[in-house]
Structures are given as C-alpha cells and as structure tokens.
C-alpha cells in the first residue's frame, strides 16, 4: 500500500499570501493518477489539480501542483478567504487507492 | 442537472447489515468506473471500493475486504454497497463517487451517514 504523508497537519496563512502544500509518499507514484482535492465543511471533495499539475475545470491559475517520484506539492500563489479549507492528496494509480490525511489551511 | 444520490444510510448495531445505494442523474454511469469512498466523523478521507464501467474489475480496501460488496446497474444507473459484519469502525459519511479528469468528469454524492453503535 502507498501511504501518503501530507505535512503539516494545519497551516496558518493571511490572504493573498502564497502557500505550498507537501504530499510525501511511501514508494513512487505514477504522475498521471495523481490529484489534489479541497474539501470545505459539511461538503463533498472537488478535485482542484489532477494528472499532478493539470488545473480541473474552473480552478483558477493561482492554484498549481506539481512534484514527481515520492514528493508533490500544491502551490496556491495568492490566498483568498475562500481557499481556507481543508486539501488532500490522493493517488490512485495502485490498488488499494489511498489518500494523505490531509492539511487544514487556516486564517492566520 | 448531472449528480449522485447516496442513501441507504443509518444506525445499526454492530456485526448487523446495510446497504447503500447511489443513484446517477444527468449522465450514464455506464461508461465510468464508480467508487465508494468515506470519511469518519472528524477525519481524513478513505477509499472503500472500486468497480469497473462493466463490473469487470473490483478493488476493495482491506480493511473492508470480505465484509463489503460493490456493484452496479448501468441498466438503473446505480451503484449500491453492501456492507455485512458492521463494525464500530465502520462509523462514517459514505460518498459514492466517479472520476475521469481528463473527460471533467469529477461527481460525489452527498453522502450517506453510516453509524454503528451499540
């Protein structure tokens, strides 16, 4: 099983400051079945980035991922109040599909 | 209006049974494979099962491998999950969900709130 190991488990920001999020996993991934999602409260996930580093539909550019092997990122270049939320990663190139416990971003 | 509908949701004691349901609206789930992925009350994400467009390959998580079936009618256009052998563990909001990015195909239901307690 890949396990992913997002760090930290909470980042405090300020909006329209920039923030990277860390994804590390247990032995490499395929790039292409890799995806970011954010979930907010009392809602379902949506994916933002997948494929690594390929925005979804709708996502604005200030959202960016990349990364390969073990490490990926999601970079979110300027913050704004309705990014605060809660970001997973997920790979599901290898079964038993799996996903990191997840970062909260929060409001500094 | 494209969705998924999850139900089937409930309290139930330990080692009892349930079944969810997913039900599809405003696309055809015949041509994408269907996951069942849940959350615990406070906690991250976990991938449950896996099916197929056809039904021809099926994936479960171990920690639910044996205990837990998935299966689908594209004819009804739905996806169920039977879950026998309930554990206190299991306690979770059940999202039936499909994905294919590249097609901008990226659907979760609502969520079905699944509690075992005694």
């Known amino acids: 099983e890949i396990v992913l190991t997002q760090s930290p488990g909470t980042l405090s920001f300020s909006p329209g400051e920039r923030v990277t999020l860390s994804c590390r996993a247990s032995?490499?991934?395929?790039?292409?079945?890799f995806v970011w999602y954010q979930q907010k409260r009392g809602q379902a996930p949506r994916v933002l980035i997948y494929r690594t580093s390929s925005r979804a539909t709708g996502i604005p550019d200030r959202f960016s991922g990349s990364g390969s092997g073990t490490d990926f990122t999601l970079t979110i270049s300027r913050l704004e109040p309705d990014d605060f939320a809660v970001y997973f990663c997920?790979?599901?190139?290898?079964?038993?599909?799996?996903f990191g416990q997840g970062t909260k971003l929060e409001i500094k | 209006q494209v969705r998924l509908v999850d139900s089937g949701g409930g309290v139930v004691q330990p080692g009892r049974s349930l079944r969810l349901s997913c039900s599809a609206a405003g696309f055809s789930i015949s041509r994408y494979a269907m996951h069942w992925v849940r959350q615990a009350p406070g906690k991250g994400l976990e991938w449950v099962a896996h099916?197929?467009?056809?039904?021809?390959?099926?994936l479960y998580a171990d920690s639910v491998r044996g205990r837990f079936t998935i299966s689908r009618d594209n004819a009804n256009n739905t996806v169920a999950l039977q879950m026998n052998s309930l554990r206190v563990e299991d306690t979770a909001v059940y999202y039936c969900?499909?994905?294919?990015?590249?097609?901008?195909?990226?659907?979760w239901g609502q969520g079905a709130l699944v509690a075992v307690s005694s």
């Open positions: 997920q790979q599901y190139g290898s079964s038993p599909y799996t």
């Open positions: 969900a499909t994905w294919a990015f590249t097609l901008g195909v990226d659907y």
């Open positions: 099916i197929a467009y056809d039904g021809g390959n099926i």
């Open positions: 032995q490499s991934v395929d790039s292409r079945f």
